[in-house]
């Protein structure tokens, strides 16, 4: 995609450690900030049952970013907010219901006279494929526009950056190669989330999770055997391993959605917001 150029006294000795553990907490719960988790879409690549594309919004004070942007999003963006308030979108991997909204969001913000910055944050090779997906669907506007309100892609990897007023990284999981898949995990304040993008059960996920007030968690099936997708059967199964509080299941297909009253954990709809 072209982008512009502009681009008191002493303590008691008996009583220090409880006293210290005391403080270390009450710091930690005042520096926790309110996170809102807006599900925007929660289905798969097929909107089994009416569902849209992954897309998920991150806000607090000071950050607003999307998990993801699937060619479905921006209509269910919309619906929810004003695109403008959106400052980043991290990806986290390179299939078309998770990034191919991202070219609609870009065009749509340039006429809508959008002047901040947007940064868009994924695998390596982001910016090449978003950029081919947008002339291939507008080659009038794609590659001959200068958007001029400060577009620009950062590769996301296992040291956090900073993005959309948080702290995000990726790690590799296992799901379809080709796609670079990757789980993210975003620190905004004292509150992390982390998001398993599209993965099949590995161990992996346990680095994703790990230390996470918040796990969301793809369940494309129930108990079907997949090579590309975990089943809520499966993370069932594995849930020990997991050093997380919350899950919220997402991305669920008609299996997973055939079962829905079989399911202890929460699950995700369009639309659904979720405070932390």
Same mark, same amino acid.
């Given at each position: 995609?072209?982008?512009?150029?502009?681009?008191?006294?002493?303590?008691?000795?008996?009583?220090?450690?409880?006293?210290?553990?005391?403080?270390?907490?009450?710091?930690?719960?005042?520096?926790?900030? #309110?996170?809102?988790?807006?599900?925007?879409?929660?289905?798969?690549?097929?909107?089994?049952?009416?569902?849209?594309?992954?897309?998920?919004?991150?806000?607090? !004070?000071?950050?607003?970013?999307?998990?993801?942007?699937?060619?479905? #999003?921006?209509?269910?963006?919309?619906?929810?907010?004003? !695109?403008?308030?959106?400052?980043?979108? +991290?990806?986290?991997?390179?299939?078309?219901?998770?990034?191919?909204?991202?070219?609609?969001?870009?065009?749509?913000? %340039? %006429?809508?006279?959008?002047?901040?910055?947007?940064?868009?944050?994924?695998?390596?090779?982001?910016?090449?494929? +978003?950029?081919?997906?947008?002339? +291939?669907?507008?080659?009038?506007?794609?590659?001959?526009?200068?958007?001029?309100?400060?577009?620009?892609?950062?590769?996301?990897?296992?040291?956090?950056?900073?993005?959309?007023?948080?702290?995000?990284?990726?790690?590799?999981?296992?799901?379809?190669?080709?796609?670079?898949?990757?789980?993210?995990?975003?620190?905004?304040?004292?509150?992390?989330?982390?998001?398993?993008?599209?993965?099949?059960?590995?161990?992996?996920?346990?680095?994703?999770?790990?230390?996470?007030?918040? %796990?969301?968690?793809?369940?494309?099936?129930? #108990?079907?055997?997949?090579? +590309?997708?975990? #089943?809520?059967?499966?993370?069932?199964?594995?849930?020990?391993?997991?050093?997380?509080?919350?899950?919220?299941?997402?991305?669920?297909?008609?299996?997973?959605?055939?079962?829905?009253?079989?399911?202890?954990?929460?699950?995700?709809?369009?639309?659904?917001?979720?405070?932390?």
């Amino acid at each position: 995609m072209h982008r512009g150029r502009r681009t008191r006294g002493a303590p008691h000795r008996r009583g220090r450690g409880p006293v210290v553990a005391g403080a270390e907490a009450g710091r930690a719960q005042r520096d926790r900030v #309110s996170v809102r988790v807006r599900f925007l879409g929660t289905g798969n690549a097929f909107a089994d049952g009416g569902r849209s594309h992954a897309c998920i919004h991150l806000e607090a !004070p000071g950050a607003s970013l999307l998990l993801d942007c699937g060619g479905s #999003s921006l209509p269910a963006i919309k619906r929810a907010m004003d !695109p403008a308030t959106i400052q980043a979108i +991290a990806i986290s991997h390179l299939h078309g219901d998770h990034f191919g909204g991202v070219p609609y969001l870009v065009m749509e913000q %340039f %006429f809508a006279g959008r002047t901040t910055p947007l940064a868009i944050g994924g695998p390596r090779e982001l910016e090449q494929r +978003a950029t081919r997906a947008g002339a +291939a669907l507008y080659q009038d506007f794609f590659g001959k526009t200068a958007i001029e309100y400060g577009l620009s892609f950062v590769t996301l990897g296992e040291t956090p950056v900073s993005l959309g007023g948080a702290e995000v990284s990726a790690h590799p999981v296992q799901h379809v190669a080709e796609s670079d898949p990757h789980g993210l995990r975003v620190k905004i304040e004292g509150t992390l989330v982390a998001y398993s993008g599209d993965a099949r059960w590995s161990d992996e996920l346990i680095t994703v999770a790990k230390g996470a007030d918040l %796990f969301i968690c793809e369940s494309t099936n129930f #108990s079907k055997a997949d090579r +590309a997708h975990l #089943s809520y059967t499966e993370l069932i199964a594995n849930r020990a391993k997991l050093d997380c509080g919350r899950i919220i299941l997402t991305h669920l297909g008609a299996d997973a959605q055939a079962h829905l009253a079989e399911m202890e954990l929460e699950r995700a709809e369009d639309g659904m917001l979720v405070t932390l």
